[in-house]
């Protein structure tokens, strides 16, 4: 059971390259999300997925896109990186009961 | 949902309890008060939630006031590895958002 999974670990891109953080979690969970954490601060929704085949906007969705591809996997696109989104991503899923989330080891994310 | 406010940071011996507090004036009837934590830069862990009563678990004693404007997570022996940084978060239970601020560094002292 490796509970949320998320790939890449580190990842530097250019300005205006794009790419995809992969998620997935084997817990059965209905629930999916991303946060970004920028050094020093709480951790912010950017997207989340209440249950498979439903996304919804968090509070900071400006310059990502999301798939729920299915109940386990729940991935995050940048279509043109900027310098701004550099951040730890992480990914958190969450069941109906008890109705806590659980989070990934998170992605370091760099643009240069 | 509710916001919350918390002390930047804290100290706490070893051995001591840890009481963490959080401030939730506008929180509602139907609001619960979650509390996580995170362990220098890896992914937050849940600790303890509640929704009027006081709860306590094997990790910590959570304590809600009467009037639900605030509470206080208790840790009660801190051992060095509970240095992380303590978020406080109340949200509706029926929507699966959580919306994380700042939080509290709790730093245990030898």
């Known amino acids: 059971n490796a509970g949320v999974t998320q790939t890449p670990k580190f990842q530097v891109l250019k300005t205006g390259q794009s790419m995809t953080l992969q998620c997935a979690q084997d817990m059965n969970h209905n629930s999916m999300y991303w946060y970004r954490q920028d050094p020093g601060m709480g951790l912010r929704l950017i997207y989340y997925s209440a249950s498979e085949g439903t996304t919804d906007k968090g509070e900071v969705p400006n310059g990502y896109n999301v798939s729920r591809l299915n109940k386990r996997e729940f991935s995050l696109r940048l279509e043109s990186a900027a310098p701004s989104q550099t951040s730890v991503y992480f990914c958190?899923?969450?069941?109906?009961?008890?109705?806590?989330?659980?989070f990934g080891p998170g992605t370091r994310l760099t643009v240069l | 949902d509710a916001k919350t406010t918390q002390p930047p940071s804290m100290d706490c011996a070893e051995g001591r309890a840890a009481n963490l507090p959080c401030n939730h004036s506008?929180?509602?009837?139907?609001?619960?008060v979650y509390w996580y934590r995170q362990i220098h830069s890896q992914g937050p862990q849940y600790i303890i939630h509640?929704?009027?009563n006081n709860e306590t678990n094997e990790m910590a004693s959570l304590i809600i006031t009467e009037d639900r404007k605030s509470s206080t997570l208790i840790l009660p022996h801190a051992t060095l590895r509970d240095t992380a940084v303590y978020y406080c978060i109340v949200r509706l239970n029926r929507f699966n958002k959580f919306y994380f601020g700042s939080g509290t560094k709790l730093n245990v002292k030898p």
């Open positions: 506008t929180i509602s009837g139907n609001e619960y």
């Open positions: 958190a899923s969450s069941g109906p009961t008890p109705d806590t989330q659980y």
């Open positions: 509640g929704l009027k």
